[in-house]
C-alpha cells in the first residue's frame, strides 16, 4: 500500500551556512509514491562535491544544505508499482534521484545526460519544487528507476564510494574501450578518484601507470593498489622516458594544471580522459591533433552503466580502500578532504552513529 499521506521526520546532518559546518537536523522526507523506495541509509561515502556545496563555492547552495551522494542501505518499503526491488534487499543511490525518463539519454539509460537535466541527489530542485537532501540521513525516498541493487555478499560501507568516485571513473574507461587486455594507462591523480582508475585498470588487465607530483604515495600505489609503475611528473627525466608510451590516461585531479606535459605521454590515437574539475583547461593543438588524440571529459555514468558496475565489482572483488567514520566526525573529515588527507574514501558509518 502506498503511503500517499504518510511523512516520516527523517534525521540527518546539514549546513546552514556558507561556513560549511554540518549539524543535526531534522527534516520530512516526501510520503512514498506509486513508483518509489525508501531505504534506511546504513552508509554515505563523503565526496568532494559535499564541501564545495556545503561551503557555497559555486554559489548556488540552497541552506538548510544535507549533502551526500554515495549512498547505501537496505530498503524498508516499496510503492504499489516497484517490481525489480523488493523489502530487504541492499540498495545503492548515486548522483541523481530523477530524469525526465522521456528523452533520447534517458531512454538510453544514459539519465546523467538527460537534456532537461537529471535531479541531483542533494541541493537540487526535484519536479515537485522540493529541494533534495541527500545522504548524510537516516533514509531517502527515491523513485526505482534511480536505485541499484547491491549483491548481498557485498559490503555496503565498500558499495557506496562506487556510486560516485567508482562510476566516475568505470563510464570513461568503458565508453573509450580501456578495458583491452595488454593496453596501457596513466593515472593522473591519486584520491578517491585515481584509486578506482588504478583498481579498474588492473581488474582490466591494463599496465597501470600513477602519475602523482609526489613521491609519498610511492609505496601505497604499488603496493596496496598494485600499480605497474610510478612517475613522479617534476621529474623530466621520468616523464621524457615515458613519452608516447600510454593508451589512454584517466586525469582526476582538480587543481589547475599543464594538459601538455600529459598528451606528450600517449600513444598516436591515444585516449585523454578528464573526470576531475581545473577551472580551465589548455594545451596546444600540436599536442592533439598531429598525433590523432582524442580529448574527452566525461562525469558520473547512467543507470544501465552503473549497475554493470556494481555486478563488475562484486564478481571481481574490487572494493575501494576506504575509513569509515561516525557522523559526529565529518566536519573534521571534510576538512581532511580539503587537505588531501585521506586514502582514499571516508564512509559515514550512518547505522551506527547517526541517532
Not at 525518463?101 to 538510453?108: H, I
Not at 535531479?119 to 531517502?140: E, M, R
Not at 585516449?271 to 581545473?278: D, E, H, Q
Not at 574490487?318 to 580539503?338: C, F, G, H, T
Given at each position: 500500500m502506498d503511503s500517499q499521506t504518510k511523512t516520516e521526520n527523517c534525521l540527518g546532518w546539514a549546513a546552514t551556512d556558507p561556513t560549511g559546518v554540518l549539524s543535526p537536523y531534522k527534516f520530512s522526507r516526501r510520503p512514498l509514491g506509486s513508483d518509489d523506495v525508501s531505504i534506511k541509509i546504513t552508509h554515505c561515502g563523503v565526496c568532494y562535491a559535499d564541501v564545495i556545496w556545503s561551503r557555497?563555492?559555486?554559489?548556488?547552495?540552497?541552506?538548510?544544505?544535507?549533502?551526500?551522494?554515495?549512498?547505501?542501505?537496505?530498503?524498508?518499503?516499496?510503492?504499489s508499482n516497484v517490481q525489480r526491488i523488493k523489502v530487504g534487499d541492499p540498495?545503492?543511490?548515486?548522483?541523481?534521484?530523477?530524469?525526465?525518463?522521456?528523452?533520447?539519454?534517458?531512454?538510453?539509460?544514459?539519465?546523467?545526460?538527460?537534456?532537461?537535466?537529471?535531479?541531483?541527489?542533494?541541493?537540487?530542485?526535484?519536479?515537485?519544487?522540493?529541494?533534495?537532501?541527500?545522504?548524510?540521513?537516516?533514509?531517502?525516498?527515491?523513485?526505482e528507476r534511480y536505485c541499484f541493487k547491491i549483491p548481498n555478499n557485498y559490503p555496503l560501507a565498500s558499495a557506496a564510494p562506487l556510486l560516485c568516485a567508482g562510476i566516475t571513473v568505470y563510464t570513461p574507461m568503458m565508453r573509450y574501450n580501456m578495458n583491452q587486455p595488454g593496453k596501457s594507462l596513466g593515472v593522473i591523480g591519486l584520491g578517491g578518484l585515481g584509486h578506482m582508475a588504478v583498481k579498474f585498470g588492473k581488474a582490466f588487465g591494463l599496465s597501470v601507470t600513477v602519475l602523482s607530483t609526489s613521491t609519498s604515495k610511492k609505496e601505497e600505489a604499488l603496493s596496496l593498489l598494485g600499480a605497474d609503475n610510478f612517475v613522479v611528473t617534476s621529474d623530466q627525466e621520468?616523464?621524457?622516458?615515458?613519452?608516447?608510451?600510454?593508451?589512454?590516461?584517466?586525469?582526476?585531479?582538480?587543481?589547475?594544471?599543464?594538459?601538455?606535459?600529459?598528451?606528450?605521454?600517449?600513444?598516436?590515437?591515444?585516449?585523454?580522459?578528464?573526470?576531475?574539475?581545473?577551472?580551465?583547461?589548455?594545451?596546444?593543438t600540436a599536442s592533439l591533433s598531429p598525433g590523432m588524440k582524442t580529448f574527452a571529459g566525461s562525469v558520473t555514468g547512467g543507470t544501465k552503466m552503473i549497475q554493470e558496475m556494481?555486478?563488475?565489482?562484486?564478481?571481481?572483488?574490487?572494493?575501494?580502500?576506504?575509513?569509515?567514520?561516525?557522523?559526529?566526525?565529518?566536519?573534521?573529515?571534510?576538512?581532511?578532504?580539503?587537505?588531501?588527507?585521506?586514502?582514499?574514501?571516508?564512509?559515514?558509518?550512518?547505522?551506527?552513529?547517526l541517532k
Open positions: 557555497n563555492m559555486f554559489g548556488d547552495s540552497i541552506y538548510p544544505l544535507v549533502p551526500g551522494h554515495e549512498i547505501a542501505g537496505i530498503v524498508k518499503e516499496v510503492g540498495v545503492g543511490v548515486g548522483t541523481y534521484v530523477n530524469s525526465c525518463r522521456n528523452c533520447e539519454y534517458c531512454n538510453d539509460g544514459v539519465e546523467v545526460q538527460c537534456v532537461k537535466g537529471p535531479v541531483l541527489t542533494f541541493n537540487h530542485i526535484d519536479v515537485d519544487g522540493t529541494v533534495t537532501k541527500g545522504g548524510y540521513s537516516s533514509h531517502i525516498v527515491v523513485h621520468q616523464m621524457k622516458g615515458l613519452s608516447k608510451s600510454l593508451d589512454f590516461i584517466i586525469d582526476t585531479a582538480s587543481g589547475d594544471h599543464p594538459f601538455d606535459p600529459y598528451l606528450s605521454l600517449l600513444k598516436s590515437a591515444g585516449v585523454y580522459a578528464l573526470v576531475g574539475f581545473p577551472s580551465e583547461i589548455k594545451f596546444s556494481i555486478g563488475f565489482c562484486a564478481a571481481r572483488k574490487i572494493y575501494p580502500q576506504i575509513e569509515v567514520i561516525p557522523i559526529q566526525y565529518v566536519n573534521e573529515a571534510l576538512e581532511r578532504l580539503v587537505k588531501k588527507d585521506v586514502k582514499y574514501r571516508f564512509v559515514i558509518d550512518i547505522e551506527n552513529t
